[in-house]
């Protein structure tokens, strides 16, 4: 092939074309560590993390409903353990009530009363202007002085993974009402310490071990969703890694390659400058006199 | 004629030679670099025969012409290819100006704004009587839906920007049809006496490479002196010495469309070239996705709204949707998508309650699903799906146009090497008709003053 100047030219330019696109593509690279940031980078991974990236949004929002539930999962526990021991503490008073004189009677109806009024403002308990023990009515007081129910009996969900919700709040009357009305039992008692009708403090009795058996169960309840959250978080924390660690195999540059394409394509433009160096200043015309 | 004068003209004739010779290497050197430039040839011939004593001799050298080198079947390989670079380029920049629409994968697009919405209403779930969650579940709505019409709106931008090049691209094509067309004109009469007029051949040869560059048109030469032009869709361009430039007319949405002579539309099959590649991203491109972000939007809008048009507010209302226009239109769903304006004004209405307790947040919890929830709209696919395949799709009709563009550069490259290796300038080569012409002009001056020599022996003879 005959060759022109205008060959030697281009080829020159062209190599020179070549390598400088490596070089910017791999300084990119190198300069946020990802290999694909546009999707035109390398379409199949793209797509795939795209939809990664979605996912790990909403396992991380899972993780953090999750977290809020178990907040408050963990309020509900720590009140219904102070009913538990409210109600414990009037039944001490109860069995103590037999060897009671009137006078002391007259006080521990006092103090049952104060417990009533403990267990009104613990059956009312909030957090962050959220009624815990409303079933899903959660801005209005659930019960009014006499003990009376204004929520109802749903229970506001939260979701803690793809497929499991938890109660987040309970409902009161199934709580404190049903199966026995807390309130009206401890009304009943205060009365009966008040009256000195033993034979009404002693059907008490069976009442309040009731009530406190129930708790316990529901107090379980309580603690095996906090453990289903528990467990929920674990299997959330995994599973934002692998996302993690998937999006970053699919998006990352391997910074070494990237390193070796840099030197190496920097070394062929110097080869290339000082072969041209070479070639251009080579010509005929400085041969002949 | 045998006379001893007449060798004067011989050597007269012979110095000319050298000195077109010289000159036209002087030529080839000065426009080394010049685009367009096929080096020129000196053919030389022998004079006309003359008798003499014991036989026939020339009477010296003649230059029989000037020739431009050109390889024509080359040159036409060369303009196509030329032709589909620039296309693979322009749709290449077309392309990626609509990806960069689209936003990178973790930056600003929507899918982003999604997971802020997603997260937004899954935060609010936990606690749906909270009025900071709600207005934050409700700002991240309403970015949502920005996201969602700024895309579209800059995409519709694209392709007013888009038709105004190609109007651009029109005018220039018309132009440089009628140069053309004067060209031929001008090769014609020229070249009537049998001479080729190498630099206006070079002046049309630089007037074909631009038509095809912008058009992806064919140039053909019945003749080799006049050359016709026709574009992809086969429509006549230039025929000889008449150029038929594209008509210009603006369709109901003002899209600017483009006319053969006969005045029909040949927008659509003009699909070669700059223009071409400037047509399917106008035409195809970005409509399609157009087309898609109203699919988003309306699918987001009406399972969106069927969620909080069940639910209840915080004030007990109900049937208040989260998004306008409700129902979503059939186009523009994308261009319109607003929240709703009583929502914005007091975020209380936002209605996520499904069993009407306040502390209800299922419907949000609903909503925060939506982005990884499949819908028979979007092809049974969830929008995260839809959105990585529209970016996908995208990001591969880019890569095949790099691919393609870098296929055509290295095959024009190769080309370009073979078109320079005929009629490229090669100064070494110059250098030595240089060297050469000077000594043919050296021996023949040499030769006129042994002719006067001898011819002044011969008159001083007695």
Known sequence: MRVSDAILQETYLRGIRNQRRTLDRALAQLGDGKRVRHASDDPVAAAASLELRARLVRTEGLRRSAQSAAFELNTIDVTLGEVFNLISEARTIALGAGAASDQQREIQAGQIDQLRERLLFLSNTEQDGRYLFGGTETLAPPFDASGAYAGNDGEAQAAIDESQTVGTTLSGERIFVTDGDLFALMGNLAQALRDNDTAAIEARLPELKNALDRLGVNRAEVGDRLVRIEQALDRGADSALRLKLRIGELEDADIEQTAFELTSASTTLDALSAGAAKVFQRSLFDYLG | ?462
């Open chain 2, 1 to 462: 004629m045998s006379g001893l004068f007449s060798y004067f003209d011989l050597g007269t004739r012979a110095l000319s030679a050298a000195r077109i010779g010289l000159q036209v290497a002087g030529d080839n050197i000065a426009n080394a670099s010049t685009p367009g430039y096929a080096r020129r040839r000196v053919d030389l011939t022998p004079g006309f025969l003359v008798r003499v004593q014991g036989g026939f001799l020339d009477s010296g050298v003649e230059v029989a012409r000037i020739r431009r080198a050109e390889d024509r079947f080359l040159q036409v390989t060369l303009e196509r290819e030329r032709g589909n670079l620039s296309g693979s380029r322009e749709r290449l920049r077309g392309l990626q100006e609509i990806e960069a629409t689209f936003g990178s994968l973790d930056g600003d697009g929507i899918a982003s704004a999604w997971a802020g919405f997603t997260d937004a209403f899954g935060n609010l779930a936990s606690s749906p009587e909270s009025p900071a969650l709600r207005r934050s579940a409700v700002s991240s709505a309403e970015s949502l839906t920005r996201q969602i019409r700024d895309t579209y709106t800059r995409l519709d931008d694209q392709r007013r920007a888009e038709d105004g090049s190609i109007e651009q691209l029109t005018g220039e094509i018309n132009r440089l049809a009628n140069d053309l067309a004067a060209l031929n004109r001008r090769i014609l009469s020229e070249e009537a006496d049998g001479a080729v007029a190498a630099p206006l051949r070079d002046q049309r040869q630089v007037v074909v490479e631009s038509l095809v560059e912008l058009t992806g048109g064919s140039a053909t030469s019945a003749d080799g002196s006049r050359v016709l032009f026709s574009l992809p869709s086969g429509t006549t361009l230039v025929n000889a010495d008449t150029a038929f430039p594209l008509g210009k007319t603006r369709d109901a949405n003002g899209i600017l469309q483009l006319k053969g002579p006969d005045g029909q539309i040949i927008t659509s099959r003009l699909r070669g070239g700059k223009l071409g590649a400037l047509l399917s991203v106008r035409d195809d491109a970005i409509p399609a996705r157009l087309a898609e972000l109203d699919r988003l939007a309306a699918d987001l809008i009406t399972r969106a709204n069927a969620l909080t048009t069940s639910g209840t507010a915080l004030d007990g209302s109900t049937g208040v949707p989260l998004f306008d226009p409700d129902p979503a239109p059939a186009t523009g769903a994308a261009r319109s998508i607003v929240v709703n304006s009583q929502v914005v004004a007091d975020p209380s209405l936002l209605a996520i309650s499904a069993d009407g307790a306040p502390g209800d947040g299922a419907l949000a919890v609903e909503l925060s699903r939506l982005q990884t929830t499949a819908s028979a709209a979007l092809g049974n696919r969830t929008p995260a799906q839809f959105l990585a395949e529209v970016a996908s799709t995208l990001g591969g009709q880019i890569a095949d146009a790099d691919v393609a563009g870098n296929v055509a550069e290295s095959v024009l490259d190769g080309l370009v090497a073979r078109r320079d290796s005929i009629t490229g300038v090669s100064l070494d080569e110059e250098a030595v008709e240089l060297v050469r012409f000077q000594r043919a002009f050296e021996a023949a001056a040499r030769f006129i003053q042994v002719l006067n020599e001898v011819t002044e022996t011969a008159i001083n003879l007695r």
